[in-house]
C-alpha cells in the first residue's frame, strides 16, 4: 500500500529531473558559444521554416489514433474470419498499424516542413 506514496513523487522527480537537465544544457551551450563570439542569430535560424508544433502534433496523433482503429478491426477480422488466436491478432496488429501509422505521420511531417 506504501509504494504507491513512493512511486509518484519518482515519476515527477524523473520528469522534473529530465527537463532541468535538457534546459541548463541547452543554456550553457549557448554561453559557451556566446563566450567565443558566435552570432545569436545561430539559435533561431533552424526554427522559421519549421511547422508550427501544434499541426506536427495534431497529424502524428490523428495518424496513431487511425492506425491503433484500423489495427484492432484488421485483428477482428483475424481472428473471427480466419481463426487467429485472439491473444496474438490484437496486439500484434495494433502495434503494426500504430507503427505505420507513425511512420506515415514522421513522412507526411518531413514534407509539411517543406511546403512551408
Known amino acids: ?6 512511486i509518484i513523487p519518482i515519476i515527477f522527480g524523473t520528469i522534473f529531473g529530465l527537463f532541468y537537465l535538457y534546459f541548463s544544457t541547452r543554456n550553457k551551450e ?3 558559444l556566446i563566450e567565443k563570439g558566435a552570432d ?3 539559435f533561431v535560424k ?3 521554416h519549421a ?3 501544434w499541426k506536427v502534433l495534431i497529424l502524428n496523433v490523428a495518424l496513431l489514433l487511425m492506425g491503433i482503429g484500423i489495427g484492432i478491426f484488421i485483428a477482428s477480422i483475424l481472428h473471427y474470419n480466419l481463426g487467429v488466436d485472439q491473444e496474438v ?3 500484434g496488429t495494433i502495434f503494426l498499424m500504430a507503427g505505420i501509422g507513425l511512420f506515415a ?3 507526411l511531417t518531413k514534407n509539411l516542413d517543406k511546403d512551408e
Open 105 to 107: 505521420g514522421f513522412t
Open 1 to 6: 500500500m506504501g509504494s504507491e506514496l513512493i
Open 51 to 53: 511547422a508550427p508544433i
Open 46 to 48: 533552424g526554427r522559421r
Open 40 to 42: 545569436a542569430t545561430i
Open 89 to 91: 491478432a490484437f496486439p
Open 30 to 32: 549557448r554561453l559557451a
